[in-house]
């Protein structure tokens, strides 16, 4: 029996990389965006399969609305993938409390309250699969990310807890975290707060120009990674994190040793702050 997917952002990226290959295993299709006007092309792909529908997931109401719409259409979701995102790069004293809320609701609580619209659906059918998208500034982050890599690794921590919660009854959870990958990503999708203080040149600002210069160039393609996304849903265990990419897997390694080196050198100091024994 086909699948029923909700994809989040699929105007472009990701998001329209995971709907071309959800279309293209003949599954049914939920696709958002913000504007669904956008979606016209995957709708003409399959239309008896591709149900366009506008959200914005910064809208607690419409994600709800969006979500019993798509069950009154297609009558069940069996996976969620939270695609939509946005970056942010600035130093955390330079961004604006604006900027910050901004990317916390579209990059941390977005997926939160979509995550929660559709659980008490799957806790009924006894199954489902959430896909989080996450980043590689989840595995450690960048000077200059502070608020993006800061949401994202609240999803993912977040996303830990619902697995095990979620678990019992039949729903798995996913965490894709990929490398730099030729979407728009660096491009449209990126606000940038220009660097003031001449302190921070260094570091945000060489950053901000790295990120500038990868512009269509970056080597991953999204196209074989949503492939290795959507088949996922063939695994009976699926992981609960998927790493994406030569830079992100080499980043990961990386992280892991240091972070064991470190532990193993400051455990002496962590293990004397119990109480003796005998007290």
Request: proline share 2%.
């Given at each position: 029996m086909s699948n029923v997917w909700l994809v989040t952002g699929c105007s472009s990226g990701f998001g329209r990389a995971i709907a071309?290959?959800?279309?293209?295993?003949?599954?049914?299709?939920?696709?958002?965006a913000r504007d669904a006007s956008t979606l016209g092309e995957l709708v003409a792909l399959a239309p008896d399969r591709v149900t366009p529908m506008s959200l914005d997931v910064t809208d607690a109401g419409q994600i709800q609305r969006c979500v019993a719409e798509a069950i009154a259409q297609r009558g069940r979701i069996d996976v969620l993938v939270n695609n939509a995102g946005a970056?942010?790069?600035?130093?955390?004293?330079?961004?604006?409390?604006?900027?910050?809320?901004?990317?916390?609701?579209v990059n941390l609580l977005g997926p939160i309250e979509l995550m929660r619209a559709v659980l008490p659906?799957?806790?009924?059918?006894?199954?489902?699969?959430?896909?989080?998208?996450?980043?590689?500034?989840?595995?450690?982050?960048y000077a200059g990310f502070s608020i993006y890599g800061g949401a994202k690794a609240a999803l993912e921590a977040?996303?830990?807890?619902?697995a095990l919660e979620a678990a019992p009854f039949g729903v798995k959870v996913t965490l894709v975290q990929p490398g730099p990958f030729?979407?728009?990503?660096?491009?449209?999708?990126?606000?940038?707060q220009p660097v003031s203080a001449p302190d921070y040149a260094p570091t945000v600002g060489?950053?901000?120009t790295l990120l500038n210069s990868m512009r269509n160039k970056q080597p991953g393609d999204p196209q074989p990674a949503a492939r290795a996304i959507v088949a996922l849903r063939d695994e009976a265990s699926p992981p609960l994190?998927?790493?994406?990419?030569?830079?992100?897997?080499?980043?990961?390694?990386?992280?892991?040793?240091?972070?064991?080196?470190?532990?193993?050198?400051?455990?002496?100091?962590?293990?004397?702050?119990?109480?003796?024994?005998g007290r």
């Open positions: 071309l290959a959800v279309i293209d295993r003949g599954d049914a299709l939920i696709a958002t970056g942010l790069i600035g130093a955390l004293e330079e961004l604006t409390r604006e900027q910050i809320d901004r990317s916390l609701a659906h799957m806790r009924a059918a006894r199954s489902g699969w959430i896909v989080n998208m996450s980043a590689a500034a989840a595995i450690n982050n977040a996303s830990e807890a619902v030729r979407t728009e990503f660096a491009s449209r999708s990126m606000t940038s060489k950053f901000a994190r998927l790493v994406l990419g030569k830079y992100a897997i080499g980043k990961s390694r990386k992280m892991l040793a240091a972070r064991l080196a470190e532990l193993e050198t400051w455990e002496p100091r962590g293990q004397g702050t119990e109480f003796a024994p």
